[in-house]
Nanobody, 116 residues
Framework: QVQLVESGGGLVQPGGSLRLSCAAS????????MSWYRQAPGKERELVAA????????NYLDSVKGRFTISRDNAKNRVYLQMDSLKPEDTATYYC?????????WGQGTQVTVSS
């Protein structure tokens, strides 16, 4: 069964950290560019971070550069998003995405709330 399952979301105070994890199954994980997107209420979904298949090259949304780190473990079929120095504006549902050419896969999302 092809699926992406996110975990690790929750409520955290400003300045805190969370680590999101996405477990992939049912497809050749190492062949897919992996990304994290987020969507806040009333806003469009935006790309937060992406990581290439094998070289590990990454790119980030400007507002999270220096605070978030995306990584992947091709042996475990997992992608991670380490989020540090969280801000209230980071509050959103975070989605894992897998992309290979025209193929797009999405997870169900995990909620991140940054609030005191």
């Amino acid at each position: 069964q092809v699926q992406l399952v996110e975990s690790g979301g929750g409520l955290v105070q400003p300045g805190g950290s969370l680590r999101l994890s996405c477990a992939a199954s049912g497809f050749i994980f190492s062949s897919y560019v992996m990304s994290w997107y987020r969507q806040a209420p009333g806003k469009e979904r935006e790309l937060v971070a992406a990581i290439s298949t094998t070289t590990g090259s990454t790119n980030y949304l400007d507002s999270v550069k220096g605070r978030f780190t995306i990584s992947r473990d091709n042996a475990k079929n997992r992608v991670y998003l380490q989020m540090d120095s969280l801000k209230p504006e980071d509050t959103a549902t975070y989605y894992c995405n897998a992309r290979n050419g025209p193929s797009r896969l999405w997870g169900q999302g995990t909620q991140v709330t940054v609030s005191s």
